[in-house]
């Protein structure tokens, strides 16, 4: 008797807490990484960090006055030597530690390890980031951030700079229209796209700028932001009227540019601009972005005199991608499908596009299409997204980088709900104001009386 009880005594807590982190581990896996993870993958990387560095064929011979002083006081036999480490730096999703390289080493090197780096040391996955030259910063992950995606508290956010998903490796996803100002977003229904999209337009409605949207699928995506929208195109007849507008205004600020340029010869050189961020604040138009979801049905054409607009409109896109830039005019190109046989001007307009986001696709063709040009295995991990997580996507731009990101769930609520809190920044564009939708009033809601009241008997 006494021995069950002395076994339930000690194997009943040990069961507790071996079923308790198991729970936390599928169910809560920060809270299991910050309390059991983070402990053990410090103890696993210092006490094997040089014989895994050996084992992996990351370390170098040792120099000749290392051996000579190694023989001169021990007599052994002197290993080869692992690349200097810094010190580990917990985070909140794994750890950070910086190497400095060997002589004859480089950051692929270990880049090519990460997957024995990341069974060696039991987490989830090891990123290699170059710092500067001799210096890298291996980043350990300890879980899927992706399974259930919580954006980081502190995100070095801007003008023009949206954080819209979170990478793999546990950083933010920022678009950022300075940087790479045109985009394709590719996606399936129930993909995650309209998720993707609904971030940015949420994000850029708290900033100062001009909001155009064209929704060929009768505006229902984006008929919920219409109180911060300048101007939106529900079907191709509108955004044929719209389209040249646009063109029109991009012709006028750059007219503005060259006025400016046209300037006396002794003025100085920081005041010589080529685009509207060198204007002065009070002469600087405001940024436009212009989003277009469902870009297949701009192409789509039925009789010739459908085959004529469609190449009009596909012109004025490919001057907007290609001229844009300069005049502070964005394009966020959006679709489920997006080939070369969608037609004449296709492949230019997509060449324009910096900027590549695919979501689950229906079709390989389009995951080329998107990211193709980029790099092969982007092209291979796009395919391989499972209908079961909605939002992952692959992003990427020209550079040839590419990483898998997800976006955090918002509601359509939450997102039209800032929206009509930020009407009041849509900006003053007259060339606009005939393509600006109706806003719908919001239904009055009435309180419900203190005392309700009861019918008079007899």
């Excluded at 949206?162 to 985009?183: C, G, K, S």
Aim: hydrophobic residues 45%.
């Amino acid at each position: 008797m006494s021995d069950l009880m002395t076994l339930l005594e000690v194997g009943g807590p040990v069961a507790a807490l071996g079923g308790g982190a198991a729970y936390a581990r599928a169910k809560h896996p920060a809270a299991y990484w910050s309390t059991v993870g983070l402990p053990v993958s410090t103890v696993r990387l210092l006490s094997t960090y040089g014989s895994v560095m050996e084992a992996c064929g990351l370390t170098v011979a040792p120099s000749r006055l290392r051996v000579l002083a190694a023989k001169a006081m021990t007599r052994r036999e002197v290993r080869p030597v692992p690349p200097r480490r810094g010190l580990l730096r917990p985070t909140t999703t794994g750890l950070r530690i910086r190497l400095r390289l060997a002589p004859g080493q480089e950051p692929a090197d270990f880049a090519a390890s990460a997957e024995r780096l990341r069974h060696a040391w039991g987490v989830h996955a090891v990123y290699v980031t170059p710092v500067k030259p001799g210096v890298i910063e291996l980043r350990l992950v300890g879980y899927d951030v992706l399974r259930r995606v919580r954006m980081p508290r502190k995100i070095a956010d801007g003008f023009l700079k949206v954080p819209v998903a979170l990478r793999e490796d546990a950083t933010p996803f920022v678009r950022d229209y300075r940087t790479i100002p045109h985009q394709l977003t590719l996606g399936a229904t129930l993909s995650g796209k309209s998720m993707y999209l609904r971030h940015l337009i949420a994000g850029l409605a708290a900033q100062p700028v001009a909001l155009v949207g064209i929704d060929c699928k009768r505006g229902v995506e984006l008929a919920p932001f219409t109180p911060r929208l300048s101007a939106l195109a529900t079907d191709p007849e509108q955004a044929a009227e719209l389209l040249p507008v646009l063109v029109k205004e991009m012709e006028d600020r750059y007219d503005l540019i060259k006025a400016r340029q046209g300037i006396a010869p002794g003025t100085p050189g920081e005041e010589i601009t080529s685009d509207i961020w060198g204007l002065p604040e009070h002469e600087r138009p405001v940024p436009v972005v212009l989003f277009v979801d469902e870009v297949a049905e701009l192409f789509l054409v039925a009789t010739k005199k459908d085959e004529e607009r469609r190449d009009e409109m596909v012109t004025q896109l490919i001057r907007l991608a290609q001229l844009g830039r300069a005049a502070g005019m964005y394009l966020e190109v959006c679709g489920q499908r997006f080939g070369a046989e969608l037609g004449k001007g296709a492949t230019m307009l997509r060449a324009q596009l910096t900027g590549r986001v695919c979501h689950r696709v229906n079709d390989e063709a389009s995951a080329k299409m998107a990211l193709g040009d980029i790099a092969p295995e982007a092209v291979v991990a796009a395919c391989s997204i499972a209908p079961e997580r909605p939002g992952l996507a692959v992003a990427g731009d020209t550079s040839g980088g590419w990483s898998r990101i997800r976006t955090p769930y918002l509601s359509l609520t939450d997102a039209a709900e800032t929206c009509r809190t930020s009407a009041a920044l849509v900006p003053d564009l007259p060339a606009l104001e005939p393509f600006r939708p109706d806003v719908p009033e919001r239904p009055v809601e009435h309180a419900a009386p203190a005392v309700l009241p009861h019918p008079v008997t007899d």
